[in-house]
């Protein structure tokens, strides 16, 4: 278990989970959180114990996006330069949970606004709280979608509800955003963490190699023609074909008993 005070990490059962932890301030993101979540998805990286991951928040929000009491204009000195904290910050950790090769489960608890909801929408399967609510609230401050939310939005929406959420910042709720496809469901607040754990786990329990090139796959879809995707099939599913886990999963069948994976 390792633990920083903004980002609170454990690890069970091959489960990696980060908790983000500045709940009053509806665990909008400073520096120290910033970093504290890139070393999670770090060790998530690099760690072979770690075969998903599970990002949630504390208290009643998931994450409010920029903590807006760092940008105080009535503090004096030269406007910041947010195209630099974007590289700095952001995109980093965008980069690596669209690269891990392992499982990221998303349990939005809370108000995801901002940055915070764009975050949520790049992990890979993306549970919310009947009462969470998603806001592409760039828009009420004179800024535009970050944290890949113009690039997800679009792909997953088209550019009518695209343009529409991020242009009037009107609060979606889980159920629609279920509806629309964004996110994969929303359930009741009480089994939210029941249920997000119980997917975290399962998933950390399967053939995660497989996962993970499965995961590499579907991304690449998005740019890639048929024939670029079908060769990248062949070179996935071979090197899927080498793995323990294969060997496992089809010898398990053939026994007619549950197999155990290993990540390998
Ligand atoms: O700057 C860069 O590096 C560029 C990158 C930008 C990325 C972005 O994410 S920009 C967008 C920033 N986020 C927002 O604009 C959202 C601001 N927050 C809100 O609009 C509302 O708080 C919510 C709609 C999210 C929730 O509303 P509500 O009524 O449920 O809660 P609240 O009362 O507004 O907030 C509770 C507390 O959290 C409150 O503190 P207090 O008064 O109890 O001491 C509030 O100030 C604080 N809080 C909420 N969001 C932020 C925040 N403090 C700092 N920064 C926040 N983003």
């Known amino acids: 278990m390792t633990s920083s005070e903004t980002v609170l990490a454990g690890l069970a ?46 208290g009643r929000g998931f994450c409010a996006g920029q903590d807006l009491g760092d940008r105080d204009p009535r503090k004096g000195g030269p406007a910041p330069d947010l195209g630099r904290t974007l590289e700095t910050f952001y ?76 242009l009037t910042a009107e609060p979606l709720s889980a159920a629609k955003a279920a509806e629309w496809g964004l996110i994969w469901k929303a359930v009741e607040d009480e089994s939210l963490m029941i249920q997000a754990e119980e997917l975290a786990q399962s998933l950390a329990a399967g ?6 090139l499965t995961k590499r796959l579907i991304q690449a879809a998005a740019v890639n023609s048929l024939d670029e995707q079908l060769d990248m099939e062949r070179d996935c599913q071979r090197a899927a074909g080498l793995s323990a886990d294969y060997a496992e999963g089809v010898t398990a069948f053939l026994e007619k008993r549950k197999p155990e994976f290993q990540g390998r």
């Not at 970093?35 to 599970?54: I, N, Y």
């Not at 053939?207 to 993970?212: D, I, K, Q, Y």
């Open 13 to 58: 059962g091959g489960v990696l989970t980060l908790r983000l932890n500045r709940p009053e301030k509806l665990n909008s993101f400073n520096e120290e959180m910033h970093l504290a979540l890139r070393a999670g998805f770090q060790r998530a990286q690099d760690d072979p114990q770690v075969r998903a991951v599970l990002l949630t928040g504390s």
């Open 91 to 166: 995109n980093p950790n965008l980069r690596l949970i669209r690269s891990l090769e392992k499982p990221v489960v998303c349990a939005v608890n809370g108000v995801a606004a901002g940055a915070g909801a764009n975050i949520a929408f790049a992990c890979d399967i993306v549970l919310a709280a009947q009462s969470a609510k998603f806001i592409q609230a760039f828009s009420k401050i004179g800024l535009i979608p970050d944290a890949g939310g113009s690039w997800s939005l679009t792909r997953i929406l088209g550019e009518p509800r695209a343009k529409a959420l991020a």
């Open 207 to 212: 053939p995660t190699l497989g996962l993970g």
